[in-house]
Nanobody, 120 residues
Framework: QLQASGGGLVQAGGSLRLSCAAS???????MAWFRQAPGKEREFVGG??????YYADSVKGRFTISRDSAKNLVYLQMNSLKPEDTAVYYC??????????????????WGQGTQVTVSS
Protein backbone atom coordinates (compact mmCIF):
# COMPACT_ATOMS: atom_id res chain seq x y z
CA GLN A 1 0.00 0.00 0.00
CA LEU A 2 2.88 2.38 0.74
CA GLN A 3 6.29 2.57 -0.86
CA ALA A 4 8.91 4.97 0.49
CA SER A 5 12.02 6.03 -1.37
CA GLY A 6 14.61 8.76 -1.59
CA GLY A 7 16.87 8.08 1.36
CA GLY A 8 20.63 8.21 1.18
CA LEU A 9 23.82 9.64 2.56
CA VAL A 10 24.20 13.40 2.77
CA GLN A 11 26.51 15.81 4.54
CA ALA A 12 25.28 18.01 7.34
CA GLY A 13 23.55 21.06 5.94
CA GLY A 14 22.43 19.20 2.85
CA SER A 15 18.99 18.26 1.60
CA LEU A 16 17.05 15.16 0.66
CA ARG A 17 13.54 14.58 -0.54
CA LEU A 18 11.70 11.44 0.45
CA SER A 19 8.74 10.17 -1.49
CA CYS A 20 5.93 7.90 -0.46
CA ALA A 21 3.71 6.31 -3.07
CA ALA A 22 0.23 5.49 -1.82
CA SER A 23 -2.11 3.07 -3.48
CA UNK A 24 -5.57 1.75 -2.92
CA UNK A 25 -7.45 3.07 0.06
CA UNK A 26 -4.37 4.68 1.58
CA UNK A 27 -4.41 7.39 -1.07
CA UNK A 28 -7.31 9.03 0.77
CA UNK A 29 -5.94 8.68 4.28
CA UNK A 30 -4.02 11.05 6.49
CA MET A 31 -0.31 10.65 5.81
CA ALA A 32 2.63 11.01 8.14
CA TRP A 33 6.36 10.47 8.38
CA PHE A 34 8.03 8.84 11.35
CA ARG A 35 11.65 7.99 11.96
CA GLN A 36 13.56 5.58 14.10
CA ALA A 37 17.20 5.83 15.01
CA PRO A 38 19.15 2.85 16.37
CA GLY A 39 18.27 2.18 19.99
CA LYS A 40 15.52 4.78 20.00
CA GLU A 41 11.77 4.67 19.76
CA ARG A 42 9.96 5.56 16.57
CA GLU A 43 9.19 9.26 16.61
CA PHE A 44 6.81 11.50 14.72
CA VAL A 45 8.36 13.78 12.12
CA GLY A 46 5.37 15.35 10.44
CA GLY A 47 1.91 14.57 9.18
CA UNK A 48 -0.90 15.89 7.08
CA UNK A 49 -4.64 15.41 7.50
CA UNK A 50 -6.64 17.37 4.99
CA UNK A 51 -5.30 20.88 5.14
CA UNK A 52 -3.76 20.52 8.60
CA UNK A 53 -0.04 19.82 8.84
CA TYR A 54 1.90 19.10 12.01
CA TYR A 55 5.66 18.93 12.49
CA ALA A 56 7.81 17.78 15.32
CA ASP A 57 9.57 20.68 17.01
CA SER A 58 12.93 19.16 16.09
CA VAL A 59 12.26 19.53 12.35
CA LYS A 60 10.01 22.57 12.22
CA GLY A 61 11.35 25.11 9.77
CA ARG A 62 13.64 22.57 8.10
CA PHE A 63 11.27 19.85 6.85
CA THR A 64 8.20 20.27 4.66
CA ILE A 65 5.45 17.81 3.84
CA SER A 66 3.63 18.12 0.56
CA ARG A 67 1.23 15.98 -1.35
CA ASP A 68 0.60 15.39 -5.03
CA SER A 69 -2.91 13.96 -5.01
CA ALA A 70 -2.96 13.37 -8.75
CA LYS A 71 0.04 11.07 -8.44
CA ASN A 72 -0.82 9.71 -4.98
CA LEU A 73 2.57 10.83 -3.73
CA VAL A 74 3.54 12.39 -0.41
CA TYR A 75 6.90 14.11 -0.08
CA LEU A 76 9.10 14.98 2.83
CA GLN A 77 11.53 17.72 1.83
CA MET A 78 14.37 17.80 4.33
CA ASN A 79 16.68 20.80 4.37
CA SER A 80 19.52 21.83 6.67
CA LEU A 81 19.99 18.22 7.70
CA LYS A 82 21.80 17.45 10.92
CA PRO A 83 23.57 14.27 12.06
CA GLU A 84 20.79 13.76 14.59
CA ASP A 85 18.36 13.39 11.70
CA THR A 86 20.01 10.08 10.87
CA ALA A 87 17.37 7.36 11.05
CA VAL A 88 15.17 5.04 9.08
CA TYR A 89 12.25 7.07 7.84
CA TYR A 90 8.82 5.54 7.44
CA CYS A 91 5.71 6.86 5.79
CA UNK A 92 2.41 5.92 7.33
CA UNK A 93 -1.25 6.22 6.45
CA UNK A 94 -4.31 6.03 8.62
CA UNK A 95 -7.36 7.73 10.01
CA UNK A 96 -6.16 9.47 13.16
CA UNK A 97 -8.08 12.27 14.74
CA UNK A 98 -6.10 15.49 14.98
CA UNK A 99 -5.14 14.89 18.60
CA UNK A 100 -3.52 11.55 17.69
CA UNK A 101 -1.66 12.67 14.57
CA UNK A 102 1.68 12.31 16.39
CA UNK A 103 0.94 8.79 17.67
CA UNK A 104 2.31 5.93 15.61
CA UNK A 105 -0.41 3.54 16.82
CA UNK A 106 -2.99 5.73 15.06
CA UNK A 107 -1.68 4.67 11.67
CA UNK A 108 -2.69 1.40 10.05
CA UNK A 109 -0.41 1.21 7.04
CA TRP A 110 3.35 1.57 6.90
CA GLY A 111 5.94 1.75 4.19
CA GLN A 112 9.08 -0.33 4.36
CA GLY A 113 11.36 2.47 5.55
CA THR A 114 14.20 4.29 3.86
CA GLN A 115 17.56 5.03 5.47
CA VAL A 116 18.73 8.61 5.85
CA THR A 117 22.29 9.11 7.03
CA VAL A 118 23.68 12.57 7.70
CA SER A 119 27.43 12.81 8.12
CA SER A 120 29.08 15.55 10.16
Amino acid sequence: QLQASGGGLVQAGGSLRLSCAASGRTSNYAMAWFRQAPGKEREFVGGRKGGVIYYADSVKGRFTISRDSAKNLVYLQMNSLKPEDTAVYYCAAGTPILSTMRTHSAYHYWGQGTQVTVSS
